[in-house]
């Protein structure tokens, strides 16, 4: 979890546009709901500008001007891509960013109703990405090693929200999860986050996906737990059926993966229904139904 340091408002983000970029000063600012190391506005109709909240923040930033030009162009489903370059200034001093805006609602405030079509989506979304990255792409920082380099992470969060009645069941799942084999192939590369607040919605079915600031090379698990994480229940077979590349091991490294992103969902809900700095009430209901897929599906097999 990051403290937060910076807290833009619109007439701050309206003066950086007419400092740096005054042929988009005249569009309509307005702050849009969630975020958590980039605070967003919506820029007109078709663009939104990212300012910096968190230490880590400006680095994840350059990493998304740097990469999702290179990627967005062959991913089917439309990503934020960046199309202005704000500078440090006297006025803020960490570098920001104008992104196109993504059409639709995030899961986490809506629902999908067509679970066989979003898995295909998610499926043919995460074909195109998962293909080998080149050697300078970003390595993963606090996420995308096998699961056992992430037991201590799970071992917070376990103890922290896990209902008594299902504990056994849950450390189950992320016991065999660290049993699996790793991962063999190459680095691929990989969007790191892929939750209910990350991915957007419209006409029932997926129909984007945003904040690619965890982007990294590394294991396709850590994408493919969104099977769970971000698809209604039944759909993570016809998931896995249109993705095609998942052997066993795989899979079960995703399904605890799945399990770690639900509890993380889970402890940021509560701290928005405390009131906390940074908490999300949305993201925990949508965590614990997350981890009720994850207990309930089993280990999806793989089609022989």
């Known amino acids: 979890m ?22 988009l000063a005249r569009l309509a600012v307005r ?88 898995a295909g989506a998610l499926a043919d979304f995460l074909r195109a990405l998962h293909v080998e990255a080149p050697v300078d792409a970003p390595a993963g920082s606090d996420r995308g090693g096998h699961p056992r380099a992430h037991t201590e992470g799970f071992d917070h969060f376990f103890h922290a929200v896990v209902p008594g009645g299902i504990a056994d069941e849950v450390r189950a799942v ?11 192939g ?14 957007v919605v419209s006409d029932g079915t997926l129909s984007g996906v945003i904040d690619f600031g965890d982007l990294f090379a590394g294991d396709p698990a850590w994408d493919l737990a969104a099977a769970r994480v971000v698809l209604p229940a039944g759909a993570a077979s016809r998931f896995f059926d249109a993705y095609e ?19 993380v969902l889970m402890i940021m809900g509560r701290n928005g229904d405390r009131g906390l700095p940074g908490g999300k009430p949305t993201w925990g209901p949508a965590g614990r139904t997350a981890l009720d897929r994850v207990l309930r599906t089993g280990v999806v097999r793989v089609p022989r």
């Open 31 to 118: 702050e849009v709901e969630g975020g958590w190391d980039n605070q967003q506005w919506r820029l007109g109709d078709e663009l939104a500008v990212r300012m910096p909240r968190t230490e880590r923040a400006p680095e994840l930033q350059l990493k998304e001007r740097r990469w999702l030009p290179v990627l967005a162009p062959r991913l089917p489903l439309p990503v934020p891509n960046p199309v202005r370059a704000g500078e440090p200034s006297v006025r803020f001093p960490k570098p920001w960013t104008v992104m196109t805006w993504v059409p639709g609602e995030p899961l986490d405030r809506t629902s999908i109703r067509s679970g066989d079509h979003a």
């Open 186 to 199: 190459p680095p691929v590369w990989v969007h790191g986050d892929l939750h209910p607040a990350n991915v």
């Open 2 to 23: 990051t403290d937060f340091e910076t807290e833009s408002t619109a007439d701050l983000v309206r003066g950086l546009l007419q400092e740096q970029h005054p042929d």
């Open 174 to 184: 992320w016991d065999d999860a660290v049993a699996a084999p790793e991962w063999a």
């Open 245 to 263: 590349r998942a052997d066993e091991a795989m899979i079960r490294r995703a399904r605890g993966l799945a399990a770690m992103k639900s509890l």
